[in-house]
T-cell receptor, first 117, second 116 residues
């Protein structure tokens, strides 16, 4: 398996622009997670989906952030409008959630480094 | 809410020596999972080792082992025979065992340097 795939790997944009980050989970995984990593706040969960349905979005910072999962193999995280404080590395992760030992581990993608000028 | 604390922002070890990274956590739950993830300069998050709280036996994965002390809420990672490729940020993480609660809570990380 190719693992979790994220695109783009790097994104540089100007304040006020819309940013869309993309994620393809590992095939067969029914949980998908979006995390953000910053120096100030560390790694924090933004939102996660189960079978394409958002389960917990309490970590989404504000209404400028939205996430969708239209099907089992694709998810997007959108920021509109973007601000400099959104600069961070955004990770997507997926897992099977079956609780069989080892199979519910979250596997991370390579991340997208977002810079908002 | 659960919290995870890594009190060592940075650690260093001589190549081939052994190093232990500390992690403590706070929870009111009796069943949960604990993880160590490694983040090398490539920034990819890589699972190192996993421990189920209901298991008394400490998990091991080749040169990596943990010392899980449930009563003390401590979960340290021991790396034996350190190699240059072990240089990375190491994150301790907690997850509830309640089905459907999949959130990972991370510590702030420990940066490990390997001295040749």
């Amino acid at each position: 398996d190719a693992g979790v795939i994220q695109s783009p790997r790097h994104e540089v944009t100007e304040m006020g622009q819309e940013v869309t980050l993309r994620c393809k989970p590992i095939s067969g995984h029914d949980y998908l997670f979006w995390y953000r990593q910053t120096m100030m706040r560390g790694l924090e969960l933004l939102i996660y989906f189960n079978n394409n349905v958002p389960i917990d979005d309490s970590g989404m910072p504000e209404d400028r952030f939205s996430a969708k999962m239209p099907n089992a193999s694709f998810s997007t995280l959108k920021i509109q409008p973007s601000e400099p404080r959104d600069s961070a590395v955004y990770f997507c992760a997926s897992s099977s959630g079956t609780r069989v030992s080892g199979t519910d581990t979250q596997y991370f993608g390579p991340g997208t480094r977002l810079t908002v000028l | 809410a659960q919290t995870v604390t890594q009190s060592q922002p940075e650690m260093s070890v001589q190549e081939a020596e052994t190093v232990t990274l500390s992690c403590t956590y706070d929870t009111s739950e009796s069943d949960y999972y604990l993880f160590w993830y490694k983040q090398p300069p490539s920034r990819q998050m890589i699972l190192v080792i996993r421990q189920e709280a209901y298991k008394q036996q400490n998990a091991t994965e080749n040169r990596f082992s943990v010392n899980f002390q449930k009563a003390a809420k401590s979960f340290s990672l021991k790396i034996s025979d350190s190699q240059l490729g072990d240089a990375a940020m190491y994150f301790c993480a907690y997850r509830s065992a309640n089905f459907g609660n999949e959130k990972l809570t991370f510590g702030t990380g420990t940066r490990l340097t390997i001295i040749p």
